[in-house]
């Protein structure tokens, strides 16, 4: 069975509790410590040297040696990360009731570690089987006490209490933690559903549904921003004009199907042949507009040409294998030229085109 890595936020939280467990060491170590030398007071009799090696270094040596072997698998082994915490919380808690003194009567309740972690996962087996775990541990400490020691059982029965109580809010938690992650979930999804769909609506707001080229108004938006911006930074620009001959012709002898897959086809040719750079758009009905930009009017001539020529060459199937031609009108921009100037220049190129015969390029 194939484990999911574990996400940045499980990662983040295993930090967290590894970070926590530090605490809880030194803070014991450190009141280890402080009843170390309080006991310096007490007569000779009593050796202090015992009471560091048998109840400070061995199960301390112990509790750290377990902490460093988390740092090593929460770096090297992130996937078993998580469930290391969770069994390693429940060998912290048992190493430390069994250091302390049986006279501190609430010590089990240190076992409330491993259930708290295991609400911090929002993982339900790992509580219930803390809480098993637990259940367990106290049933151990009714048989350890005397039939006599009313006071102790009344307060096992109190820990018991605690550790039920501790055990149902923790499901409680889970529950409401996994509630508020699957709100947030769907928060998320929802709003990269909107993002999709508004970049969805803004290509079709600028997109010609048919030939996938830009729209007319599209276009205008664009060589109008282009030419305010040779107005700080100058660059070589043409426009070029497109538009299909005899197309008329096309729709009426084939019929307006024929003249849509005529559309395609020359789109795709104009597409195949211009840079990246470079700007196609479909003006409107049979004819289009190309922008040429960052490149010398020789150059953008030799392109248009391609084009031209290669949409002569190409035979369409649902015409009787045969091609179509179009006319081209090009305009190379001038520092003073104005949207309107530079379409127009280029619109009159087209129709010098049309009247001296068709299927050629007039560059004006």
Known sequence: MHIPPPTPRQLHWNRMLLNAFWVVFLVYLTTQLYVAVAMDTRPASFSSTDYLIRHIAIPDS??????????????????????????????????????????????????????????????????????????????????????????LRVQNIIITL???????????????????????????????????????????????????????????????????????????????IV???????????????????????????????IGTDDFAARYGGEEFAIILTAKPLEESRQIMERIRSGIARLPVREMDHQPVTVSIGMHDYQGSDSKTTTFQQADDALYQAKKTGKNRMVIL
Not at 178 to 185: A, F, G, K, V
């Open 243 to 273: 538009d299909i001959d005899n197309f008329k012709k096309v729709n009426d002898q084939y019929g307006h199907w024929v003249g849509d897959i005529v559309l395609k086809q020359v789109a795709s040719v104009m597409l195949e042949h």
């Open 62 to 151: 112990i509790l750290l040696a377990l902490l460093l072997i988390l740092e090593v698998i929460h770096r090297c082994k992130p996937l078993l990360s998580e469930i290391s915490i969770i069994l390693t919380s429940h060998l912290f808690g048992l190493l430390i009731i069994m250091n302390l003194s049986p006279d501190y009567h609430v010590k089990p309740l240190i076992m409330v570690l491993p259930m708290l972690v295991s609400m911090i996962c929002l993982k339900v087996n790992y509580l219930k089987v803390s809480s098993v775990i637990c259940l367990l541990y106290v049933s151990i400490l009714f048989l350890n006490t005397s039939i006599y020691d009313y006071t």
């Open 162 to 240: 605690i550790f039920a109580g501790t055990a149902l809010a923790g499901f409680g938690v889970i529950a409401r933690g996994r509630n508020l992650m699957q709100s947030l979930e769907n928060s998320v999804k929802a709003e990269q559903d909107l993002r999709i769909q508004n970049i969805i609506m803004d290509r079709l707001s600028k997109i010609d549904p048919l030939t996938d080229l830009y729209n007319h108004k599209t276009f205008h938006e664009y060589l109008g921003w282009l030419i305010d911006h040779q107005q700080s930074n100058p660059f070589p620009m043409q426009l070029a």
